[in-house]
């Protein structure tokens, strides 16, 4: 089994910051992309940023400039630097991993029990 737990959500104020983690471990051959993905009540979930296997990464629109993900040298580990933080960023934060369990590199993708943001004076 691959669990994820996500930590470092919370509330705070806009313009405020905060950093989010997640950490795979278990039964992992290969992790290849990771990412952010959100819902907020009402709405569907939406990526927020992903990074693959070789570094790259993209970003919603939404959040360019202001959040920025990275992962550990060990890439077991990524997170998310959230900077300006507005209303509109309040939602639940959920993080993935793909995971190869071995050789095979047959994929799987994992989610994070999800970690809730709020952002409000």
């Known amino acids: 089994q691959v669990q994820l737990v996500e930590s470092g959500g919370g509330l705070v104020q806009p313009g405020g910051s905060l950093r989010l983690s997640c950490a795979a471990s278990g039964s992992i051959f290969r992790i290849g992309g990771m990412g952010w993905y959100r819902q907020a009540p009402g709405n569907q979930r939406e990526l927020v940023a992903v990074?693959?296997?070789?570094?790259?990464?993209s970003y919603a629109d939404s959040v360019k400039g202001r959040f920025t993900i990275s992962r550990d040298n060990a890439k077991t580990t990524v997170y998310l630097q959230m900077n300006s933080l507005k209303p509109e960023d309040a939602a639940v934060y959920y993080c993935?991993?793909?995971?190869?369990?071995?050789?095979?590199?047959?994929?799987?993708?994992?989610w994070g029990q999800g970690t809730q943001v709020t952002v409000a004076s």
């Open positions: 993935n991993v793909d995971v190869a369990k071995d050789i095979s590199l047959i994929w799987t993708r994992y």
């Open positions: 990074i693959n296997s070789g570094g790259s990464i």
